[in-house]
């Protein structure tokens, strides 16, 4: 049987996850283009798909969480476009799939759908799979400049920033807009662990200090401080008690951040203290 034409390739492709893989080939198509079939071939995806894809995310931000589920409503009628335009969503992440997803978003974004920030974000996304960062960075810039309180905006701005100039770009965006996000806990997280991957820690410090200063910080909070730290080379006795305080948090129950504080101590000389908290993470990690 040869591939349906209403059937595209990426389509193809998750009705091959949604069916049992010794009965479907890329070759064939399981499924003919009728609204009946295709209302069978996505409600076989809906099902086989991690119930977080299928939730939109909470919150003021309207790009929070996976654009999927801004898009899809479980059991809504499956169109061949639709179809499409879902399997998209669910797989801009993917970098094996920007070939055959970029089109497809593309041309959604540029029907006016009511739904064109979604899919904008997931096209920035599938841009930043395929290294054409210039365009994945224009396209988050506009989504931030019509979006200015969304965090995730912000973190698909910075993750192409950085991937196409550098720390110094990220961190030139990270100070123009920090003043928008300065009460909001997850866009700080999500900036200072991109700074991080950015290869800039001092930036990185800085934002999860203001995070700490909050009065809302978290175990994680305080370990990317100390790691970051051993990353600039800045170690003192002031990072042990950071590593100590998010200990305290933590009721003495972070693998991560007692293998951060074996590293600080180790740092510093004070091996005994390291080899305890080595061991620690080690039986917490059981």
Not at 132 to 157: E, F, H, I, M, T
Not at 160 to 171: D, F, K, L, M, T
């Amino acid at each position: 049987m040869r591939p349906h034409p209403a059937l595209s390739p990426v389509t193809l492709a998750l009705l091959a996850a949604a069916a049992p893989a010794q009965s479907f080939s890329p070759t064939q198509a399981p499924f003919s283009a009728s609204p009946e079939a295709l209302q069978e071939a996505f409600s076989k995806i809906e099902a086989r798909t991690h119930p977080a894809e299928l939730r939109a995310g909470s919150g003021d931000d309207p790009l929070d969480g996976p654009m999927f589920s801004r898009v899809w409503q479980r059991g809504q009628p499956a169109t061949a476009e639709s179809v499409r335009l879902g399997a998209a969503l669910l797989l801009s992440g993917s970098a094996k799939a920007t070939a055959v997803v970029i089109p497809i978003l593309e041309s959604a974004v540029n029907s006016g759908a009511a739904t064109a920030d979604a899919i904008s974000a997931s096209l920035a996304e599938a841009y930043y799979q395929d290294k054409r960062y210039d365009q994945s960075l224009a396209v988050s810039k506009v989504l931030l400049n019509k979006l200015p309180q969304s965090g995730a905006a912000l973190r698909l701005v910075l993750q192409a920033a950085c991937a196409s100039g550098g720390r110094n770009e990220a961190g030139r965006i990270v100070d123009t807009q920090f003043g928008r996000f300065k009460d909001d806990m997850p866009a700080l997280r999500s900036a200072a662990s991109l700074e991080m991957s950015c290869g800039d820690p001092e930036r990185s410090i800085a934002i999860s200090k203001k995070i700490v200063d909050s009065g809302q910080a978290v175990a994680n909070d305080y370990n990317g401080i100390a790691w970051a730290t051993l990353f600039a080379g800045t170690v003192t006795e002031a990072t042990l008690e950071t590593g100590n305080r998010g200990m305290l948090v933590a009721n003495n129950r972070d693998a991560a951040l007692m293998h951060t504080l074996a590293a600080v101590e180790a740092e510093l000389g004070q091996t005994g203290g390291s080899a305890r908290h080595s061991a620690a993470a080690n039986r917490g990690a059981r």
